[in-house]
């Protein structure tokens, strides 16, 4: 079974769209979630989650960790074209076993 | 400047060849990883390493193999026993212990079978 699923696998919207991307993650052992964005080659780096920072925000980005439902969500309001990318979760699980989802790859057009 | 290096960057490789990728950090991190990237898809974990000398196999460890001699590095062979190597293989490394942080990647090597 995944460690970390999330949906939708891809989304289409138009510049100035809201959207919001889901990530679901499994309790054991977990640490922290971890969100990356993927444009070609090497993900960079979003946010970091954990029990005692469950929400984070940066600029149009933001996301919250729901301990209670085991998930995260990344939202990004007005949405630009260079938002497209393939958007990866990660949980980190202890002796630092990390893994991650299957990606949300989101399409922004003009 | 710190950070990861992988190499090469594209390679190819004939059916049958076993094939070795390199990946460097001079971030001083102790824990590294290893990952399959297929087009349009997530990143799937091949192994990963906490400390010198030891290494966990990951979601799909079948057909590769690693070894960290060194803290700097940790080398991905993709052997003839896996059948469908063609992807792109991303490292990554990140303190390790147990703070929180996150994890540092490499440029990727696109694998090739000709």
């Known amino acids: 079974e995944d460690k970390v699923v999330q949906s939708p696998l891809s989304l289409v919207v138009h510049e100035g769209d809201t959207v919001t991307l889901n990530c679901s993650y499994e309790v054991t052992n977990f640490r922290s979630l971890l969100w990356y964005k993927q444009e070609k080659k090497a993900p960079t780096f979003l946010f970091m989650l954990t029990s005692s920072g469950i929400e984070k925000k940066s600029g149009r980005l933001s996301s919250i960790l729901d301990k209670k439902e085991l998930s995260s969500i990344l939202n990004i309001t007005a949405t630009q074209t260079g938002d497209s990318a393939i958007y990866l979760c990660a949980g980190n699980y202890n002796n630092n076993d990390m893994r991650f989802g299957a990606g949300t790859r989101l399409t922004v057009k003009p | 400047d710190g950070g990861i290096t992988q190499s090469p960057k594209y390679l190819f490789r004939k059916e049958g060849q076993n094939v070795t990728l390199s990946c460097e950090q001079n971030?001083?991190?102790?824990?590294m990883y290893w990952y399959r990237q297929d087009p349009g898809q997530g990143l799937r974990l091949i192994y990963y390493s906490q400390i010198v000398n030891d290494f966990q196999k990951g979601d799909i460890a079948e057909g590769y193999s690693v070894s960290r001699e060194k803290k700097e590095s940790f080398p991905l062979t993709v052997t003839s026993a896996q059948k469908n190597p063609t992807a792109f293989y991303l490292c990554?490394?990140?303190?390790?212990?147990?703070?929180?942080?996150?994890?540092?990647f490499g440029q990727g090597t696109r694998l090739t079978v000709v």
């Open positions: 990554a490394s990140s303190p390790g212990g147990a703070g929180h942080t996150e994890a540092f």
């Open positions: 971030l001083n991190h102790d824990a």
